[in-house]
Nanobody
Framework: QVHVVESGGGSVQAGGSLRLSCAVS????????VGWFRQAPGKEREGIAA????????YYADSVKGRFTISYDNANNIGYLQMTSLKPDDTAMYYC????????????????WGQGTQVTVSS
């Protein structure tokens, strides 16, 4: 019974910052991947960041590299996505996903997804 709940979305102006949170409960194995995805209307879902909770591995898509930072608090089972220098193209529904296996160099498919939190960036 793994549950994933995102929060922290909202509306900001270009150049602003937001911090998204991802509360994960019900883990049977904490050594797995947690990831962030986003989807804008008319576009396909895009994986933007991932982290292995049992080590230091992180992944960022080129579209967010250098602007977003993913982290995970193992003690409290809360993931974070710190977003800075936001652009209008970042406008999307953001989803957190949990319980992907870690294969050493990448994360596999995710078993559990949150409901999403909306991020809107205006120019």
């Amino acid at each position: 019974q793994v549950h994933v709940v995102e929060s922290g979305g909202g509306s900001v102006q270009a150049g602003g910052s937001l911090r998204l949170s991802c509360a994960v409960s019900g883990y049977a194995n904490i050594n797995n991947c947690v990831g962030w995805f986003r989807q804008a209307p008319g576009k396909e879902r895009e994986g933007i960041a991932a982290i292995y909770t049992g080590g230091s591995y992180t992944y960022y898509a080129d579209s967010v590299k250098g602007r977003f930072t993913i982290s995970y608090d193992n003690a409290n089972n809360i993931g974070y996505l710190q977003m800075t220098s936001l652009k209008p193209d970042d406008t999307a529904m953001y989803y957190c996903a949990a319980d992907a296996p870690f294969y050493g160099a990448y994360c596999g498919e995710y078993d559990h997804w949150g409901q999403g939190t909306q991020v809107t960036v205006s120019s």
